[in-house]
């Protein structure tokens, strides 16, 4: 197994090793090609989609991604035989897109320990309070409840379909933050602190950033329960890992793939398009460009690309969350930690256990820990779980990742209603496919092969029309 250079490792009394062992990094340096019907600009999970798509219905297609690996914002990480999931990870049945690969592929799911947590606790300003997770899960499906229910029915009317918010529904709720939202409300103690966390783990940024409106569209898609929610956020896993499911996609879009090139040019002349990068220059009639939102204003379109949708790709989410995994010298049992903004750590929760200890998974809000200081990831979750001893700690720096810049997606308040459109609406021959502007669950692998399977969809259409 080859080694990628994203991610890092950490013991104790040794310096940060960069670059973690993956299935994912492959070894294609160059295309034997210059020429294409199709170039797929990104081999995360909505490159792959939409290149198996379009692979698949005898189109020469060529991926060029600027890693040295595939999967993008998910990679497995592998170890003494465990794996270890350093970006995207939990998936649902409720997330039809990729329930639908899973299957399709043959894998396997396998649980969280903190999916049925038996214990959880809150780290507030007067302590940390341990009870059974059905107390605090109670907390927190009352004021998560009172928080989204904008219309006397827990949101269940106003949004009806997740997937299509209706412009009256972003008319009243879009301009708002989850600040402004958390202020309208009554909440207190415990529910105040529970929420607090809630909120600023899913948008990953201080609530005063983050859109009001995609707690909403998290909620909706939710089934409106908080419970419900929790089971599709972070409970079943693919057994196998993501990068499986990524492999599984490479090898059925029989495409040719060349990592290591970051695509600085994309041009359209006479209809046709060239994609550029410090080394090559593939031809081609159409393109998928599937870059991450935060990363597009890299890419110089010298044309074929309104001056509204330049606008629209320019203005970036705001998720800028950090995740570390941590194996620690004790089991913690079936646990989850919540602590409200602006602590460095919003949530802890254990993964599963190894040879009786814990494997734990971090997360907090705007880039706030150092992922290369093992004795700061201790010492924060020492505030959870007094006198813990971390052993080692695997991790990836999204969010200053040249081809991430963020965590998974949360718009501003306000973006939705100012760019979803622009972003979702082709520029044929340029076609656009990325998590960070799907319908449904957008920021999710789901929403990244809803996206692949919506622009192949419209690039064939346009190939079909042009012949
Ligand atoms: C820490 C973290 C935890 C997450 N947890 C979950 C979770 O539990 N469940 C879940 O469903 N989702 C989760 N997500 C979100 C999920 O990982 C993403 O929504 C999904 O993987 C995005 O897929 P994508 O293909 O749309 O975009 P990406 O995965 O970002 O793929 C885009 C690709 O484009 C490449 N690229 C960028 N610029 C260029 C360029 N100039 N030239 C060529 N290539 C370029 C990138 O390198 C990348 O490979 C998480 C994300 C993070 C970061």
């Avoid at 035989?81 to 592929?105: A, F, L, S």
């Avoid at 700690?393 to 963020?406: E, I, M, Q, S």
Wanted: charged fraction near 20%; charge should be negative.
């Amino acid at each position: 197994m080859r080694n990628t250079s994203d991610g890092l490792s950490i013991a104790p009394g040794r310096a940060a090793t960069q670059g973690l062992n993956s299935p994912a990094a492959l070894d294609r340096a160059a295309l034997p090609d210059s020429e294409y019907d199709v170039v797929v600009v990104g081999a995360g999970f909505a490159g792959l989609t939409a290149a198996r798509e379009l692979g698949c219905r005898g189109l020469r297609v060529a991926i060029v991604e600027a890693r040295d690996r595939i999967g993008g914002r998910t990679f497995v990480a592998e170890q003494d035989g465990q794996k270890y999931e350093i970006g995207g990870t939990w998936i649902h049945w409720g997330q039809p897109y990729v329930w639908n690969e899973i299957h399709r592929y043959g894998l396997t799911i396998t649980e969280s320990l903190s999916g049925a947590a038996d214990t959880m606790s809150i780290l507030s300003a007067d302590g940390l309070v341990t009870d059974t997770a059905e107390a605090i899960g109670t907390d927190l499906e009352q004021i998560l409840t009172a928080y989204c229910d904008i219309d006397g029915a827990q949101g269940r009317v106003a949004f009806a379909n997740p997937h299509a918010a209706s412009p009256e529904l972003l008319a009243s709720t879009d301009a708002l933050s989850l600040a402004d939202r958390f202020a309208m409300i009554p909440a207190a103690g415990r529910q105040r602190d529970l929420l607090l966390s809630f909120l600023t783990m899913n948008a990953a940024t201080d609530p005063a950033k983050g859109g009001f409106h995609d707690q909403l569209r998290w909620w909706a898609l939710g089934e409106y329960s908080a419970d419900s929610l929790l089971k599709r956020l972070g409970r079943y896993k693919i057994a196998e890992g993501t990068s499986a499911l990524a492999l599984a996609l490479l090898k059925d879009a029989n495409a040719d793939l060349a990592l290591g090139h970051p695509v600085s040019q994309i041009s359209v002349v006479d209809g046709a398009v060239r994609v550029r990068t410090k080394a090559m220059e593939i031809r081609c009639k159409a393109v998928v460009v599937a870059a991450p939102l935060n990363v597009l204003g890299d890419i110089d379109f010298t044309s074929g690309v309104s001056h509204e949708r330049l606008a629209a790709q320019r203005e970036r989410h705001v998720c800028a969350g950090t995740k570390f995994i941590a194996r620690v010298d004790r089991s913690v049992g079936a646990w989850v930690g919540f602590a409200p903004f602006p602590n460095p750590l919003t949530m802890v929760v254990a993964d599963r256990e190894v040879g009786g200890k814990s494997v734990l998974v971090g997360f907090g809000p705007d880039d706030s820990i150092d992922l290369g200081d093992i004795r700061l990831i201790e010492s924060e979750l020492r505030k959870f779980l007094p006198g813990v001893v971390v052993e080692e700690v695997f991790a990836h720096d999204w969010t200053n990742d040249p081809y991430a810049k963020g965590g998974w997606t949360w718009f501003s308040p306000g973006q939705t209603s100012r760019v979803l459109n622009e972003l979702q609406t082709p520029a044929p021959p340029l076609f656009f496919a990325n998590t960070d502007w799907a319908s449904g669950w957008r920021g999710f692998i789901d929403g990244a092969i809803e996206e692949g399977i919506r622009s192949a969809r419209d690039l064939l259409s346009y190939l079909r029309a042009s012949r």
